[in-house]
């Protein structure tokens, strides 16, 4: 038997500032070499048991704890953080956050500099270390020439360099486009066959973790582990829909087609799935069966960008001739990797930046001569952190802020303000700071105060980001509980589920281009774009052709179609 | 954040040396210049910091955005001595050799005009040495030079992360802005300066907040992987000392020295032409 590396025996643990223990009777070993993927909805103690694995509780999070925690045979309590950083190795969630170093070279050397390493060992471990994620060759690169996915692999580097046997992530998934993060789920694989570690992965993307095998799997709610099986098992044992967990799309699909999914199906991945002939058989009649929801109705179009050009001063020519309309009452998203130009053209849209050629036209009008306020009382702009947004310390302040700077009468403030917050389901929160609310209320409240200027469109950038299924859910609900009432919403996502689920249609940006504009189960079944757009096929176009459905995207269209009545319900 | 405080990269003997060495050279040079009032001195000194900077390779062009910063200050401090004691000169050197009288009190002697001479000097020494040294230097060695000469790592690493941070938060603070605008802040002068103070709130608070959000994601990060666990560090890109560095620490001890001998010849800080 391997080493018990992390033993939790009746572990339990209460944060000092809280009436309740966040974690209760944990019995949880962790063996060397071991890869267990750790998950559980947002609030369920996932990232309190990280903490207590790196050493952050008890040493920066003071709290109590019972039962009994050992690392290596040896009792927490009785170590320092130090000590247990030696064994257990963390990435973090914010990519540029814990880049410390100033370059790659030494943000990678950080942990060996701590430790008083002779400059000579540690420039050779560096490198060495720097080869095996293949970041080698970009030692002298600060952060902002880097990729996202390189940033993850010099955080990698950064603790590999000590040689630990633990690594421990902390949702590697969360600020990764799809493709990037698949590449990040092999390097994960990749990595512990190679040093023999454990690794820890804490990540609600079930399916996208499972790219690649995993040992176990510890589902976690409400401060306790609800299972700790092997995928194939946890899969079929219907946990996941009934604890706020996204079920792999495939196995929805299976099982609206009336397949029972058994673990000797192999079902923990769509590459290692196993369908009898039968139960092909059975997908393809569900596929026939459904029928086609009629395509919506044309809408005139409201804004129109025509042939727009845009340079940054550096030279980065981000916006390459975008011609494209977003129509009335639409629900779209606007797609595409970091710097392929979503983000610059929603920019140009909102004013922020002149194109150096092109028109934008709003309702027929021409928007060159208008003033980023003008804009912004027929466009609002939300951004993707609402701690970014947020100015006042009430929610009614905050939400009345845009009103009040337009010298709008206090009575009509009242007015707008609390009718928006109804809409946005905030208003028995009116008189909270908003400090006391969770980060997807924060959310609706930025959202609330962009909503009460009234505008015609609303532009938004990865609205949910870093949200769990349930908040996923809530979030894209209220979205298109605003689309039904006549707004017209623009997302820019890298989420695949977002744009499947919500995105009537999809626009796909490639350096500076526009490369596909066409519904989102067709795009997520195309392989040229998606190779293009850094995007991941959906597991439902591997399922369609194993079972020998000769129209993948009509297919994918037929499942979210069905998906949503089912959900509606 | 091109042309503030940032290192450029060029093939030159300066660039080879050791950021301590340099950070020695530089302060022992500026302490030479304070001292000294000697205007042959100063003048030979700014000689000496042109060749420098023309063997570093930087361009003046490169560090403009610093130059005119303190150019602006050169001015304001030698109109505000003009305006404030326009016969300081004459007080100091103990003679008076007026030139042009313009009204009252106000007029050009040639001791006032040697003063300022002095003064517009002390800048000419000085900003180029600094300019040099931070534009020849990696910011990570300048921490690392830091706690070389003896400052406690912990304050020469905050240096270094300062340095990695601004660019961030300068983008945090456009994107943030950009935001509030949209929202109806104006910040620009359509705006009452009372009313504009205001509204710049409705930047800050969000950005205080952010920051103070990321200082947490750093120091976590940074605790995770043992920094102040030993009570000294090694650094990655510390550089060992070479015989030039031991030269140029030498050099600018030998040049606090001559302003010491210049203070003894001179019977006092001032070299005067005008007894």
């Keep these: 038997m391997p080493e018990e590396l992390i033993k939790f025996s009746h572990f339990g ?128 690169h600060a952060p902002d020439e880097l990729s996202g996915g390189q940033k993850q692999r010099v955080s990698m580097a950064g603790i590999m360099v000590d040689d630990v046997d633990v690594f421990l992530f902390d949702e590697p998934l969360a600020n990764l486009d799809p493709a990037t993060g698949k590449r990040a789920i092999e390097i994960i694989d990749q990595i512990q066959k190679d040093t023999g570690a454990a690794v820890l992965i804490i990540e609600h993307r079930l399916e996208d973790v499972l790219w690649r095998d995993v040992d176990r799997i510890v589902l976690m709610g409400e401060g306790r582990i609800l299972a700790d099986l092997a995928p194939d098992e946890l899969l079929c044992g219907g946990y996941l829909a009934e604890h706020g967990i996204r079920e792999p799309l495939y196995l929805t699909a299976l099982r609206y087609a009336g397949v029972t999914v058994t673990p000797d199906m192999l079902p923990h991945s769509i590459r290692t799935l196993r369908l009898s002939e039968a139960q092909k058989r059975q ?78 036209t709003l309702d027929g009008q021409d928007m060159a001569g208008l003033s980023i306020k003008e804009r912004a009382d027929r466009i609002g702009y939300v951004m993707q952190n609402p701690n970014q947004m947020i100015s006042k310390a009430f929610i009614f302040d905050e939400v009345a802020f845009g009103l009040r700077l337009r ?39 930025t959202i609330a105060a962009i909503l009460v200027l009234e505008p015609q469109i609303l532009i938004l950038d990865e609205p949910t980001a870093g949200q769990d299924f349930k908040h996923y859910t809530e979030i894209m609900e209220f979205l298109r509980s605003l689309h039904d009432q ?6 820019i996502t890298h989420d695949m589920h977002l744009m499947l689920e919500y995105a009537q249609r999809a626009v796909v940006f490639s350096g500076g281009q526009i490369i596909a504009d066409d519904t989102s189960a067709n795009i997520l079944t195309s392989p040229d774009i998606i190779a293009r757009a850094n995007l991941k096929e959906t597991s439902l176009y591997d399922l369609a052709l194993c079972c020998g459905i000769g129209e993948p995207g009509a297919f994918v269209q037929r499942f979210i179609d069905h998906d949503r009545e089912v959900r509606g319900q | 954040m091109t042309g503030l405080f940032n290192y450029i ?43 420098l900077f023309r063997v570093s390779g930087i361009k003046f062009r490169e560090v403009k955005v610093l130059i005119a910063f303190s150019a602006v200050f050169m001015v304001l401090n030698n109109v505000l001595i003009y305006l404030f004691a326009p ?189």
């Design chain 1, 407 to 445: 010298g709008v009468p206090e009575d009509e403030v009242k007015a707008r303000v609390e009718e928006t917050l109804r809409i946005c389901g905030l208003y028995p929160m009116r008189n909270w700071p908003v400090s006391a609310v969770s980060y997807g209320q924060k959310k609706r409240v």
């Design chain 1, 283 to 360: 997908v393809r009649a569900w596929h026939q069966a459904q029928r086609p929801a009629p395509p919506p109705a044309p809408q005139p179009p409201v804004l129109q960008a025509r042939d727009i050009d845009f340079c940054y001063d550096n030279g980065f020519h981000a916006l390459k001739g975008i011609t494209t309309d977003i129509h009335r009452g639409e629900l779209m998203a606007i797609v595409g990797t970091n710097g392929a130009g979503k983000s610059t053209f929603s920019k140009v849209v909102c004013g922020f930046e002149k194109p150096q050629r092109g028109t934008l």
């Design chain 2, 87 to 275: 016969e300081y000169g004459v007080e100091l050197y103990g003679a008076r050799t007026e030139l042009v009288h313009f009204i009252g009190r106000y007029g050009i002697t040639a001791q006032q005009l040697l003063y300022h001479a002095n003064v517009i000097l002390k800048y000419t020494v000085t900003i180029p040495m600094v300019l040099l040294f931070v534009s020849t230097t990696q910011p990570s060695e300048f921490a690392a030079s830091l706690n070389r000469i003896g400052v406690s790592y912990r304050i020469a690493y905050s240096v270094s992360l300062a340095l990695r941070y601004i660019p961030d938060i300068l983008k945090e603070y456009h994107d943030i802005s950009q935001a509030q605008q949209a929202r109806g802040v104006e910040l620009t002068s359509k705006e009452n300066l009372f009313k504009r103070l205001k509204n710049a709130s409705a930047i800050l608070l969000p950005l205080i907040l952010s920051s103070l959000e990321r200082i947490e994601v750093v120091s976590t990060a940074m605790e995770l992987r043992c920094f102040g666990k030993r009570s000294k560090r090694t650094w990655y890109r510390a550089q060992a000392f070479a015989a030039g560095d031991y030269a140029i620490m030498a050099a600018g001890g030998a040049l606090v020295c001559i302003s010491f001998l210049l203070i003894y010849l001179n019977g006092g800080r001032l070299w005067n032409p005008f007894v």
């Design chain 1, 13 to 140: 643990f209460q944060y000092n500032a809280q009436a309740a223990p966040t974690l209760y009777d944990i019995d949880l070993t962790v063996h060397a070499g071991e890869k267990i993927l750790i998950a559980g909805p947002s609030g369920c103690g996932k990232s309190t048991l990280a903490h207590c694995i790196n050493g952050l509780i008890p040493f920066n999070y003071p709290g109590t704890a019972t039962g009994s925690l050992t690392i290596r045979g040896k009792e927490t309590r009785e170590m320092n953080i130090f000590d247990i950083s030696k064994v257990v190795g963390t990435v973090l969630q914010d990519l540029d956050g814990q880049f410390i170093g100033l370059t790659v070279g030494e943000d990678i050397a950080f942990a060996l500099e701590n430790d008083e390493v002779p400059q000579d060992e540690m420039r050779r471990r560096v490198r060495e270390t720097a080869e095996r994620v293949t970041i080698a060759d970009h030692l002298d």
């Design chain 2, 9 to 51: 990269p060029r093939q030159s003997p300066i660039h080879a040396m050791t950021g301590a060495a340099k950070l020695v050279c530089m302060l022992t040079w500026t302490m030479a210049a304070m001292i000294t009032f000697d205007t042959r001195y100063l003048l030979l000194l700014t000689l000496s910091a042109l060749v």
């Design chain 1, 486 to 491: 006549g707004i017209t919403v623009v997302m």
